[in-house]
Each structure stands twice: as C-alpha cells, then as structure tokens.
C-alpha cells in the first residue's frame, strides 16, 4: 500500500471515529447542548433548540458512512465544511473573549473552547478534505463499485440521509415530553451578560443564603461565586465539584452560590425560594446557596452561559471569568491564583 493510500485510510477511520465519538456522547442531552450553542451568541434562538436535538445524529451518521467508505468525496467535504463551521464559531467567542466550555465531547467535556481547540477542528477538517480529495480510499465501499455509479449516486443517497436525519429530530422533538422540550426551548435563550469584567473590581452585592447573609464588601477573603440555574443540568452536576472545594477551601475562601435564572427547577413554572431549596437539598448542596427574586447578581456577573464562576481576590479584583462548569482542579488553579494576591 502506497504512503498517501495509508494516509487517507488513517485519516478516514481518524476523523469518521471522532465524529461517531462526538456525536454518541451528546446524544440525550439536548438541554446541555442548546445552553452551551445558545452561549455562543451566533444562531437565532428558533434554530438552536433543533439543531442541538438533530446535531447528534448528524455527527454520528456522517461517520459511520466515512467508516465504510461510503460516497467519501461528498460525506469528506460535508464533514470538512462541519469542523470548518466548528472553528469560526470557537475562534469568534475568543476573539470576543467569552470563556465557554467546548462540550465537543458530550457535557463531561468542561474544556474551554480556546484556539487550541480552533487548531483541532481545521486539523480535522484538512484530513476531512485529504478523504475527499483521495476517494475513493483502499478498503471503502466506494472502492468496490463503479466511480461511475458512486459519483451518479452519491448526492442523491447523502442528500436522502440528511433529510432523514431531520425526519428523525422532527420526529423526537415531537415526542419529547412537554417539560423537557420547554427546558431544551429555554435553554436555547442565551442568558444576559453582566458588567464584570476581567481584572476589574467586583460589583458589590448582598443576598441572604441558606448560611446567611452574604455581602461581598464585608468579606475579607477570597470569594468564588457561582450564578446558577436550578434546570441546568451543568450546574446540578457542578454541585458534587463545588461541594468538593467547598470542603478543601471553605477556611480560606468564601463559597457562594446565587440563582440567575427566572425560571423553575421543572423547566416551566417561575424560580421561587422553593426551587433553591430543593435543588440544595436534592444535589446535597454543603455551600451558602442564595435566591435572588430581581436577578441583581446575576445582572452583575453572567457571562451568557451556567453557570458562571467568578473567582475574587482579597482586593476584591476579579482574577476569573468563566461561563461554564469547572473541574476542581481548575478551580483549584483560580483559586490559589486569588489566594497569591
């Protein structure tokens, strides 16, 4: 087998792989995605709430037809257009300096969608280009029939496919039960986003939490506040990683959890004190968590995305601004970074 035909070969299994990858790992968690693509700020909030129920299955279809080597010139150039789509999408939130999380790889994936992650997708959109330029490829289906019939054939089957890939999300988007297809419609509104700014001094406020009363102004440690949503479901799994700083850091560093959301627990109904009390006592919150009916924190401190934690040094400057969850040992970084001031 020559070189370039190993190339291609790899390349084809490599970024056929990736995208099964991806695309298995958001599959069932809608809700997720269309938070983390409505924090972009890039699509209309009428096409997201689709997109993040149809992305999935795109992903995953895309690549079991790169696997088999299936109408490689067509399905190579869609996913090259896709991870290309990928890249101006991360690069334009870091030219605007909005620290998401990638969720490239389902909602366990908290990197932060930065230009390394912009390089990874052209990566895989030049090898995507490399199959579709090399069809057809050794060991692939189209190398088994005519080029003819492959080429005659090939818009027509991926064209089919991708009107079934909508058929299926329209079909699943209709037989959503009603709570969950009202918590992927909500998601799918971006949040506002506060006046904080990086480096700058924190805006000052009080609210009364489930450990008291918390003002900023009187707190003379380090803070790491959180602006929550009790639906989102980043923010329920970020309990567990909270409680755990909690424990490691509550002596030298004030926790504080403060709702930003007007909407309820269930998805649907208003945020009441009642909703943070519940989603304290269901995800066994250990750190002050705060109800906040005018959402004056959340005004303050949101950066479009939950949830968002601000890490503040003893000066009461901000050294952290983050929209999206945190693994502990990144807060960790923040934290004895603010503790060093």
């Given at each position: 087998?020559?070189?370039?035909?190993?190339?291609?070969?790899?390349?084809?299994?490599?970024?056929?792989?990736?995208?099964?990858?991806?695309?298995?790992?958001?599959?069932?968690?809608?809700?997720?995605?269309?938070?983390?693509?409505?924090?972009?700020?890039?699509?209309?909030?009428?096409?997201?709430?689709?997109?993040?129920?149809?992305?999935?299955?795109?992903?995953?279809?895309?690549?079991?037809?790169?696997?088999?080597?299936?109408?490689?010139?067509?399905?190579?150039?869609?996913?090259?257009?896709?991870?290309?789509?990928?890249?101006?999408?991360?690069?334009?939130?870091?030219?605007?300096?909005?620290?998401?999380?990638?969720?490239?790889?389902?909602?366990?994936?908290?990197?932060?969608?930065?230009?390394?992650?912009?390089?990874?997708?052209?990566?895989?959109?030049?090898?995507?280009?490399?199959?579709?330029?090399?069809?057809?490829?050794?060991?692939?289906?189209?190398?088994?029939?005519?080029?003819?019939?492959?080429?005659?054939?090939?818009?027509?089957?991926?064209?089919?496919?991708?009107?079934?890939?909508?058929?299926?999300?329209?079909?699943?988007?209709?037989?959503?039960?009603?709570?969950?297809?009202?918590?992927?419609?909500?998601?799918?509104?971006?949040?506002?986003?506060?006046?904080?700014?990086?480096?700058?001094?924190?805006?000052?406020?009080?609210?009364?939490?489930?450990?008291?009363?918390?003002?900023?102004?009187?707190?003379?440690?380090?803070?790491?506040?959180?602006?929550?949503?009790?639906?989102?479901?980043?923010?329920?799994?970020?309990?567990?990683?909270?409680?755990?700083?909690?424990?490691?850091?509550?002596?030298?560093?004030?926790?504080?959890?403060?709702?930003?959301?007007?909407?309820?627990?269930?998805?649907?109904?208003?945020?009441?004190?009642n909703d943070v009390v519940a989603f304290a006592a269901r995800f066994?919150?250990?750190?002050?968590?705060?109800?906040?009916?005018?959402?004056?924190?959340?005004?303050?401190?949101?950066?479009?995305?939950?949830?968002?934690?601000?890490?503040?040094?003893?000066?009461?400057?901000?050294?952290?601004?983050?929209?999206?969850?945190?693994?502990?040992?990144?807060?960790?970084?923040?934290?004895?970074?603010?503790?060093?001031?």
């Open positions: 087998m020559k070189r370039s035909h190993l190339a291609a070969l790899v390349a084809r299994f490599a970024v056929g792989g990736i995208l099964i990858v991806a695309g298995a790992a958001k599959l069932g968690y809608a809700v997720d995605l269309a938070a983390t693509l409505a924090a972009f700020r890039l699509l209309p909030a009428w096409s997201i709430a689709s997109l993040a129920v149809a992305l999935p299955y795109l992903e995953v279809i895309l690549g079991l037809y790169l696997i088999a080597g299936l109408h490689e010139r067509l399905v190579g150039s869609l996913a090259c257009a896709q991870f290309c789509i990928y890249a101006g999408a991360i690069a334009s939130a870091a030219f605007r300096h909005l620290p998401l999380d990638c969720s490239c790889f389902g909602p366990s994936d908290t990197s932060i969608a930065n230009w390394p992650h912009v390089g990874l997708d052209l990566s895989l959109a030049a090898a995507a280009l490399f199959v579709a330029r090399a069809a057809p490829t050794d060991f692939s289906v189209d190398a088994q029939i005519s080029k003819h019939v492959a080429d005659d054939r090939a818009f027509f089957n991926v064209s089919l496919v991708l009107v079934g890939v909508v058929l299926v999300a329209a079909t699943i988007w209709t037989r959503v039960p009603t709570a969950q297809a009202r918590q992927i419609a909500r998601a799918a509104q971006a949040p506002a986003m506060g006046r904080a700014t990086l480096g700058g001094i924190a805006p000052d406020f009080e609210v009364p939490t489930t450990h008291g009363i918390f003002h900023l102004a009187d707190v003379h440690k380090p803070v790491l506040l959180e602006i929550f949503a009790s639906w989102c479901e980043h923010c329920r799994r970020e309990t567990a990683v909270l409680d755990r700083v909690y424990g490691a850091y509550a002596s030298r560093v004030a926790i504080v959890g403060v709702d930003g959301s007007d909407t309820g627990m269930d998805g649907e109904s208003p945020e009441s004190q066994n919150v250990r750190y002050p968590v705060a109800y906040d009916p005018d959402l004056t924190v959340a005004g303050l401190y949101l950066q479009g995305a939950f949830p968002t934690l601000v890490t503040i040094d003893r000066a009461k400057r901000i050294v952290a601004l983050d929209a999206g969850p945190l693994s502990f040992g990144a807060i960790e970084v923040r934290l004895n970074r603010a503790l060093a001031h």
